[in-house]
């Protein structure tokens, strides 16, 4: 009974033997016959690149420079005083607008009207005396040498008196011009001589921007032409000057030249001192074919676009013109309208497959997704 156990089971064991080769074998068959196709349909197999796109488009563009500056009061006034003495009265306060010849402020003039009142009264000598000269002269009673003397002190007084008189006016502080009080460096009481500075004034009705251009822009740069200038204190508006006036000289130090932009302020939108972002335009060249600028690769001089015909990338390529902001000229086999890669070109080659990623959807996408829509709808009713 024992040695039939054994042999049954030595039998068993044989079978499942067999069977394994037998699995083994095939398996290995299997693999060696599905090899060559695998490879063959990876060989095949071609996946699509993701890009972004964008259409070619016809704009107006401007050839720009852009700088920056720092803007100024055309009409500005340091206010000083040529007289010495106590600041008696203050007419005005720091951000106070003032006309022209209008009292700032007034000095002591007690000594300079005294000063004037015995300049009067020298001169009333000078003139009595000057008149009693005369006379007797007509009687050949006095001298030619004596009458001149008395001639010269005359008007030797006439001038003491008028600079007395030009003392006594500027005692009172006026505004040389019009414009806004921007510094005041005086407070009354306050001791004063001659020459200090007292007030700054500054005109905000009309500003400048002085700018300095590099030599080889100077065949591109006249007068009157416009300039747009934008501000941080002022975001989403631009402002426009104008080109007043161009150095007749080259700084042979930097190799640029000096041009003043001028501004008009009437709404007092701008102040003097504000920092501007400028782009001054030399040209502008209108209903040109523009692509955005990230879509251009550059290599060597030559410059190329992947165009998405078919679902493929065509290489085209271009000729660059102007470049405003994030927009550039282009010219070459190209039309309006024909799509262009931004995003994702620098993966791809000539014919490659392309997947557009910000495609937009077409009617019968959109009709699909609202009849996939009511059909969720209604199953969610009739599971409720």
Known sequence: MLTFSKT?????LASKKLLLSSMLLTTVFLTACSEPEAKEEQEIAEFAIPVMVASIERKDISSNFHTTATLESRNEAEIITRVTGIIEELSVEEGDFVEKGQLLAKVDARRYQLALDKAEAELAGFEQELKRLSLMAEKQLVSAQASDKLKYQHRAAVAAKELAALDLKDSQIVAPISGYISERFIKTGHFTQGYQKLFHIVDQSSLQAVVYLPEHKLSYVQLGQQAVLQFSARQGKQFVAQIRSISPVIDSRSGTFKVILSLGNDHLQLKPGMFAQIALTFDTHQDTLTIPTDAIITLDNISKIYLVKDNKAVEVLINKGFVQEQLTEISGE??????????????????????ILNAKASDDDALEDEALTDTDTAIAKTTK
């Open 8 to 12: 049954l089971f030595a039998k068993t």
């Open 334 to 355: 190209l039309d309006e309208g024909d799509i262009v890669v931004v995003n994702g070109h620098h993966n791809l080659k000539a014919n490659a497959l392309v997947e």
